[in-house]
């Protein structure tokens, strides 16, 4: 329908995607999804000894805000699950009804551009060096307390960077008609207001 607008925001980890969507999702009145959630949350399950097949098909969007999906440890476990496909392909309905649902959406994570939404009317692909990216994670999770190394955290993103990357089903990529953002040398201010203007260029003026 004429309300349908689709932004997908996908790149590596701590570019900058979560900040950006929540706030151009909050300008523009557009629901967001985070899809790394949904490979979290069955990351978490296969800590607890659940089959990632089965977990990812027993998935409710319920379970997306329950305790804190959001340590190392689990964004190890997310990044394995979301090699296999039959996980991959579990959740892909739910992202593609979100993705198309009246008054407009955003959703962040690697595959939507190429996979999840190859219409959407906007594809951002968001960077930063792998050494900015880590300390910006590192910032995050000691202030919620996590007890983490920097070093700790810079291995773990460039092990979960190549994974995403090497992996052959829906391998983290920019889509060819991407806008790329590399946020290494910009605040939160700056890369929003970079995307809004990518995001403007694009969106029918409203009535
Ligand atoms: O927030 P951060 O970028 O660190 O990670 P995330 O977006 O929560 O994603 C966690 C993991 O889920 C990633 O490392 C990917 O392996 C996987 N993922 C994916 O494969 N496809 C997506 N659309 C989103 C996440
Ligand atoms: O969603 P993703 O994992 O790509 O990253 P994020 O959660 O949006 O951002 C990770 C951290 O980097 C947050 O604490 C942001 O405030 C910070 N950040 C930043 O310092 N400068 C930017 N240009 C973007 C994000």
């Given at each position: 329908?004429?309300?349908?607008?689709?932004?997908a925001?996908d790149?590596?980890?701590?570019?900058?995607?979560g900040?950006?969507?929540?706030a151009?999702?909050?300008?523009f009145?557009?629901?967001?999804?985070?899809?790394?959630?949904?490979?979290r949350?069955v990351g978490r399950?296969?800590?607890q000894g659940?089959?990632?097949?089965?977990?990812?098909h027993?998935?409710?969007?319920?379970e997306?805000e329950?305790?804190d999906?959001?340590?190392?440890?689990?964004a190890q476990?997310?990044s394995?699950v979301?090699?296999?496909?039959e996980?991959?392909?579990?959740l892909?309905?739910?992202?593609?009804?979100?993705?198309?649902?009246?008054?407009?959406a955003?959703l962040?994570?690697?595959?939507?551009g190429?996979v999840?939404?190859?219409?959407?009317?906007?594809?951002?692909?968001?960077?930063?060096?792998?050494?900015?990216?880590?300390e910006?994670?590192?910032?995050?999770l000691i202030?919620?307390?996590?007890?983490?190394?920097?070093e700790q955290v810079?291995?773990d993103v460039?092990?979960?960077?190549?994974?995403?990357?090497e992996?052959?089903?829906?391998?983290?990529?920019?889509?060819?008609?991407?806008v790329?953002?590399d946020?290494?040398?910009?605040?939160?201010?700056?890369?929003?207001?970079?995307?809004?203007?990518?995001?403007e260029a694009?969106?029918?003026?409203?009535?």
């Amino acid at each position: 329908s004429d309300s349908q607008f689709t932004i997908a925001i996908d790149g590596p980890a701590a570019a900058g995607k979560g900040t950006i969507s929540k706030a151009v999702a909050a300008r523009f009145g557009f629901a967001h999804l985070d899809t790394g959630l949904l490979y979290r949350a069955v990351g978490r399950r296969t800590l607890q000894g659940l089959e990632p097949i089965a977990a990812a098909h027993a998935l409710t969007p319920e379970e997306l805000e329950q305790g804190d999906l959001r340590t190392a440890e689990i964004a190890q476990a997310a990044s394995k699950v979301a090699v296999i496909p039959e996980v991959r392909a579990a959740l892909v309905d739910f992202q593609r009804a979100f993705a198309r649902r009246s008054g407009g959406a955003v959703l962040d994570g690697r595959d939507i551009g190429t996979v999840i939404c190859p219409e959407a009317e906007v594809k951002l692909f968001v960077t930063a060096s792998p050494e900015v990216r880590a300390e910006r994670r590192f910032l995050e999770l000691i202030a919620k307390g996590n007890d983490i190394s920097r070093e700790q955290v810079l291995s773990d993103v460039k092990e979960r960077d190549a994974r995403d990357t090497e992996r052959s089903t829906a391998p983290m990529k920019p889509a060819e008609d991407a806008v790329l953002l590399d946020t290494s040398d910009l605040s939160v201010e700056a890369a929003l207001e970079k995307a809004i203007k990518v995001i403007e260029a694009k969106k029918p003026a409203q009535s």
